[in-house]
């Protein structure tokens, strides 16, 4: 049975009497001494009656020394409190335990030591336990380090967006002064100008609010770019369903320029249509696993449209080229309900799944 106080250590937790009247064979501390890891071993009551070459090697103390709670001596006090904590809950339940903490070594510094341990049953009667450790201190330092690194680009992540966006909104505004001082017919083209700045930024803020940046479900990432895009301009007159017969992972890049690419078709769409008349526009993903992702888009009207804004250039087909050029993605068609836009994701950037 375990002592009335719980236990507080692994490997040294122990009397000094356990040194000779421990109980173990000759046999057992020859093979223990030839092993070449740290091992230790307790009794019932969570007292340490051994520790091997190894471990005596690692902390370069005497056996004596390590004996009872004295190689508690060379635990990290910052480690105290969790290693105590995780052993006594395995010693009530008579349970296997792992617990990480820090061992001073012979040379003063600490070590991260990975400590594994077992129960002993002996004729139905529990006799303690026996554990190993392993030195883990290189592989807490590449996890720091890996936790660090993208910490650090976290926060650069953050910081281009923010200046882009600030950038962005300096742009807005700045065509909002120019086309307030235009002629009449340049004032169209300077609003439209102004909202497809407006449509980046929008494009460039869910691209970074986005779980997992350098793997995009494209499903999701349309449906909120399109809720946002449906509210930009022109409330509650513009449509923009997202279906399908599956959902595909892109990488950044890739939904970037899907994004501007469907951004261009809702300004055009607005653009090319009254203010009283609302345009519906349909986006149908098609991913299975093992082909490359492609997207069918139509545009249209609900109603019949009259001649819309006709001082606004017509560039959609051109920035739809330029931005599928840049992610490498294949595009046919017009948008139209007669010629669908066709859009093939390059196979080699995208994953699918059915």
Not at 20 to 36: Q, T
Not at 102 to 120: K, S
Not at 125 to 145: N, P, V, W
Not at 184 to 205: H, K, M, T, Y
Request: glycine share 10%; net charge negative; aromatic share 6%.
């Amino acid at each position: 049975m375990v002592a009335e106080s719980p236990p507080t250590g692994t490997a040294g937790q122990g009397s000094e009497a356990a040194s000779n009247g421990s109980g173990l064979s000759d046999g057992f501390r020859r093979f223990a001494d030839d092993v070449p890891l740290m091992m230790w071993r307790s009794d019932a009551q969570g007292q340490a009656i051994h520790h091997n070459a190894c471990w005596l090697d690692f902390t370069g103390r005497a056996l004596e020394e390590e004996l009872g709670e004295g190689w508690r001596r060379g635990l990290h006090p910052d480690d105290f409190e969790d290693h105590a904590r995780i052993v006594a809950t395995a010693f009530e339940a008579r349970e296997p335990f792992t617990v990480e903490f820090r061992l001073r070594r012979r040379d003063g510094a600490y070590r991260w030591l990975l400590d594994t341990a077992r129960p002993l049953i002996e004729d139905g009667r529990f006799q303690g336990y026996l554990g190993s450790c392993f030195d883990i201190t290189d592989r807490k330092h590449a996890e720091e380090h890996i936790e660090h690194a993208l910490s650090e680009k976290e926060a650069l992540l953050a910081e281009v967006y923010h200046r882009v966006r600030n950038n962005l909104q300096v742009m807005v505004s700045l065509i909002g002064l120019y086309g307030r001082a235009a002629p009449d017919p340049c004032r169209g083209s300077f609003e439209a100008l102004g909202q497809r700045v407006r449509a980046i930024a929008l494009v460039q803020q869910h691209l970074h609010e986005a779980p997992h940046i350098a793997s995009i479900d494209l499903k999701d990432y349309l449906h909120r770019l399109a809720s946002g895009l449906g509210q930009l301009r022109r409330a509650g007159r513009i449509g923009v369903q997202v279906g399908g017969s599956g959902t595909g992972l892109v990488e950044p890049r890739t939904a970037n320029a899907l994004g501007m690419i469907v951004a261009e078709i809702v300004a055009e769409c607005l653009d090319a249509t009254a203010e009283t008349v609302a345009c519906a526009i349909a986006i149908d993903i098609h991913a299975q696993a093992g082909t490359p992702v492609r997207l069918s888009i139509v545009s249209g009207v609900s109603e019949a449209a009259d001649t819309g804004r006709p001082n606004i250039p017509k560039l959609g087909p051109r920035l739809i080229a330029a931005y599928a050029a840049q992610a490498e993605i294949a595009v046919t068609g017009t948008a139209s309900p007669q010629d669908p836009l066709l859009l093939q994701l390059p196979e080699a950037r995208t994953t699918g799944q059915a």
